[in-house]
């Protein structure tokens, strides 16, 4: 059965180069017209009666219009039964398409639909593999913390209290980020835009990042009076995620830079660090979910989930604004703008 269905989808289309599938009934109607006609006079010449002409006639009707309307019925067919594979998960297949009317237009459609369906589907199995993993690392690590603490191998010393802390932490800012990237993604932040200026902004986010990386020496630079228009929280969540990024990748003493600027009508926020940097085959994919920069040395994770530039990114692409990082000399350039509305305007 499965060779004979491979010959019979192998067998040309003959109407495939025609746009329209109205032209294509137009000419099988034609075609059985001009057999049934052919068979008629062929019939009365030899003197045959129309008993047998017309039942040939038909027969021959039936095995020209399958020929023909092969082509326009099989990726209907097709269709079905790559459907029926993708609702059992298999996101392998798909239809073959050599027509060129509404059929053929269909059936491209319905392959990158396919093709749509198997990335999402790639990506969801990557995004539980990678939190699965993520969350046990903290869980894991606690629980042998706390584990110790009960049967009496370790004493509930500070410094010991202190690791259980930060796995808690870590946990709980992973949760943290999950949500937010799940509501960014869903489509359920607002932005609340407010004009407010940069450097006290920029101040308050660097002395909040100096208490969770008191090892980098951070500096601020703008200029003076700079106002923004952007979404206040939004925006301090992509400055933290910058400075927390720079911070975990920088060698200890080493410079956090965030620079403000306007560049046409746009604010530009520099964020540079002076860590191993990231090669340029991987400046897109860091913004991705739970990416990480194969340049990191050993020891520099500091516990980061790989969601923080994905945050940035979303935030950044909810305010217009493109994010990326920038050629740079030494370390790592991590460069923002977002539009902002012309003087004057409301």
């Known amino acids: 059965m499965s060779v004979m269905h491979r010959l019979w989808t192998a067998l040309p289309r003959p109407l495939d180069p025609m746009r329209s599938i109205k032209i294509k009934l137009g000419v099988l109607a034609v075609c059985n017209a001009c057999v049934g006609g052919l068979m008629m006079v062929w019939g009365y010449g030899l003197g045959l ?19 023909l309307a092969h082509g326009m019925t099989a990726p209907l067919r097709e269709m079905t039964a790559v459907a029926r594979a993708m609702a059992r998960g298999d996101y392998r297949r798909r239809v073959r398409v050599t027509s060129r009317d509404e059929v053929g237009e269909l059936g491209r459609a319905f392959n990158r639909m396919a093709d749509d369906l198997a990335e999402v589907d790639r990506q969801r199995r990557e995004f539980v593999a990678n939190v699965s993993h993520e969350l046990r690392t903290p869980i894991a690590a606690l629980r042998a913390i706390l584990e110790n603490v009960a049967d009496g191998v370790t004493p509930a010393e500070p410094e010991v209290l202190e690791g259980a802390l930060a796995q808690t932490e870590r946990l709980g800012r992973l949760v943290t980020q999950l949500l ?7 489509g359920a932040v607002s932005l609340d835009l407010l004009d407010f200026e940069i450097g006290p902004f920029l101040e308050s986010a660097v ?11 951070f500096t601020v630079r703008t200029e003076p009076g700079l106002v923004v228009r952007a979404d206040r929280d939004r925006l301090h969540q992509v400055v933290a995620n910058l400075l927390d990024n720079a911070a975990r990748h920088s060698p200890p003493g080493g410079a956090v830079t965030i620079t403000a600027t306007t560049r046409a009508q746009a604010l530009c926020l520099e964020v540079r660090d002076e860590g191993p940097g990231i090669p340029v085959a991987e400046r897109t994919r860091v913004f991705e979910r739970f990416s990480r920069s194969s340049a990191s040395p050993a020891g520099t994770s500091g516990g980061g989930t790989g969601l923080g530039l994905a945050i940035a990114r979303w935030v950044v692409d909810l305010h217009g604004g493109e994010i990326a990082v920038a050629d740079s000399p030494g370390g790592c350039l991590i460069r923002v703008l977002l539009p902002q509305p012309p003087e004057g305007s409301s």
């Open 49 to 67: 009666r129309g008993r047998i002409t017309l039942p040939t006639a038909l027969l021959i009707s039936i095995v020209i219009t399958q020929i």
């Open 180 to 186: 937010d990237l799940s509501r960014v993604e869903a």
């Open 207 to 217: 002395t909040e990042a100096r208490g969770g990386h008191p090892g980098p020496v």
